[in-house]
């Protein structure tokens, strides 16, 4: 297809983007033709479950494989040239420190390869690592490397940031500190780009989600709008008798689920659907109506639910 | 760009390395030691008019700074089992300086070798002048470019796994072809085969201490086909190295 180049306010231009791997029945189709679009400043989260295509989709943007078709723009030109220039620091999801150095020692020898990179001290600082900063990397605990992977991508004082799972191995204690620091990159004005299957992260930290699955986008909005195109509230209710069928029919319900001998609605308009419920259903007991959470708006775009039907 | 920095940091952690260290230090001059000390009077070894302590070091010094220079590969392994290899791909490193940095590695420890092996020679009885031990060493240096360019390749190509066996296997058949041992003879198939491979050449560089007269045209030749065939392919195994693994 025709590439076009991105406008120069543009950060992440995703263009059809394609790539299938060999597989043993056959060829894997890890990113089917995705267009994303991320400004300058944006934070974004990129969701989905294990197999969504979501590392790939960060290896070919950082141009660490060629797409099959399609392209990837950082910055307006090719991923080659914006990692040449500095212009980007990474996390990737697997891999861990090389030994033999501090990690004090490693930023330092990260940072020589920058033409602007943070001061050393500063970037320890601002990741929270002083106190395992003089420690040798191979005797750092799982979420110290993590720690210490994110400050490698910062030392650089990149324009784009990119991270893929990065709290996967990381306590809460990690987690807190990492937040706090994205945050304050956020507002140094830095495109932050981040993998992650926690829905909360996505909910509390990006701007926007862009949710995928089985390699394509299935949504991409702010965390809010996500939420608003699913059900937005669930109705539980003890109901032994009432068929899901009769259910899915009451105004405002979208879907109907049996657990056992409680039924749990999912309801565009749980006013409506409450009214009609006991309206219908008298004898309905144990009555809870909960906000539906990212992780509920996850199940139904990524039909990960629908199985359930199938 | 402070690349002096960063190649500072991977020497470090390269020497800092101690199982590593002695072991690719420790080796050859543990081997040379055992083979020479016990005929260390033996002053014309198998009638040739060379010292055993002299002839002896000059193989092992060609055995243990080839060993030094193609552990680079071993090295870079184990980096890229850990994807620090895709790490660097997201930092404006460039493959000249990559490769520069390795085989500044590699020849660092390379000296410290051939050094160690130096002493222990005088130590044992082996006396040669300054220029002998300068041109030895120089031709040497440049004998080991081959070798350098081929740990690089074999370390972007093999797993942690196999590069230990495949390695080890290599150095044994290069070192036993290419005369470290045993002199191959002066003509026939064997020295002929001999004649191709880096391996000879490096030993006739060290024999320039026991009043060999280095490398003829062919010499030079046979080093620079290797030199810059290993360097191509290391490269391109470099570049294509990308994913994860």
Not at chain 1, 27 to 53: F, M, Q
Request: proline share 4%; hydrophobic share 45%.
């Amino acid at each position: 297809m025709a590439v076009k180049r991105a406008p120069a306010r543009t950060g992440i231009a995703l263009q059809g983007l394609t790539k299938s791997f060999p597989g043993g029945r056959g060829p894997v189709h890890a990113v089917r033709g995705i267009d994303v679009s991320i400004g300058l400043g944006e934070t974004v989260a990129l969701l989905g479950p294990n197999g969504a295509g979501k590392s790939t989709t960060i290896d070919l943007l950082l141009g660490l494989q060629d797409p099959d078709a399609g392209a990837a723009l950082l910055f307006g030109g090719s991923p080659d040239e914006a990692v040449a220039a500095g212009r980007v620091g990474a996390m990737l999801q697997t891999g861990t420190l090389i030994r033999d150095l501090s990690a004090r020692e490693l930023i330092a020898m990260v940072a020589s390869l920058y033409p602007k990179p943070l001061g050393v001290d500063e970037t320890i600082a601002l990741t929270q690592i002083e106190d395992v900063a003089d420690r040798r990397t191979q005797k750092l605990s799982g979420g110290e490397t993590q720690r210490v992977r994110f400050a490698i991508a910062l030392v650089s004082n990149p324009d784009l940031l990119v991270l893929d799972e990065p709290t996967v191995a990381m306590d809460v204690e990690s987690r807190r500190a990492f937040w706090s620091t994205m945050r304050e990159l956020a507002e140094r004005g830095k495109t932050v780009l981040f993998a992650t299957h926690y829905l909360e992260e996505a909910d509390a930290y990006a701007d926007r989600a862009v949710l995928m699955a089985h390699g394509s986008v299935v949504a991409d909005g702010p965390p809010t709008e996500i939420k608003a195109a699913v059900g937005q509230r669930q109705i539980r209710a003890t109901l032994p008798e009432a068929e899901t069928e009769a259910l899915e029919a009451l105004s405002g319900v979208t879907r109907a689920e049996r657990r056992g001998a409680a039924v749990v609605l999912r309801c565009s308009d749980s006013d409506a659907s409450i009214r009609a419920l006991l309206d219908r259903f008298p004898e309905a007991r144990d009555i809870e109506i909960v906000g539906a959470g990212l992780e509920d708006a996850f199940v139904e775009l990524t039909g990960a639910g629908r199985e359930v039907d199938a | 760009m402070r690349l002096a920095t960063y190649t500072r940091y991977e020497l470090l952690r390269t020497f800092r390395n101690r199982r590593f260290m002695v072991l690719a230090l420790g080796f050859p001059l543990v081997l040379y030691v055992l083979i020479a000390a016990p005929n260390r009077h033996e002053q014309s070894l198998g009638g040739t008019g060379i010292s055993a302590p002299l002839y002896f070091m000059v193989g092992l010094v060609s055995f243990g700074a080839m060993n030094a220079v193609l552990g680079s590969g071993a090295r870079i392994a184990a980096e890229r089992s850990t994807g620090w290899n895709r790490q660097l791909r997201l930092t404006p490193l460039s493959t000249r300086t990559y490769f520069r940095t390795k085989v500044m590695t590699g020849y660092a420890l390379a000296l410290v070798t051939i050094l160690l092996l130096y002493a222990a020679g005088t130590v044992l009885g082996v006396r040669l002048s300054g220029g002998e031990w300068v041109r030895m060493t120089s031709l040497i240096l440049v004998g080991l470019v081959p070798f350098a360019a081929l740990g690089i390749l074999f370390g972007h190509l093999l797993s942690p796994d196999s590069i230990g066996p495949a390695l080890g296997g290599t150095t044994a058949l290069l070192a036993l072809l290419g005369g470290v041992w045993f002199p191959i003879g002066a003509s026939g198939a064997m020295h002929d085969l001999a004649q191709a491979l880096p391996s000879y050449w490096l030993v006739q560089a060290a024999h320039v201490g026991t009043g060999g007269s280095g490398w003829g045209p062919r010499g030079w030749l046979v080093i620079a086909i290797w030199s810059l065939g290993g360097a191509w392919l290391a490269r391109r195994a470099y570049q294509r190295d990308t994913k994860r693994v």
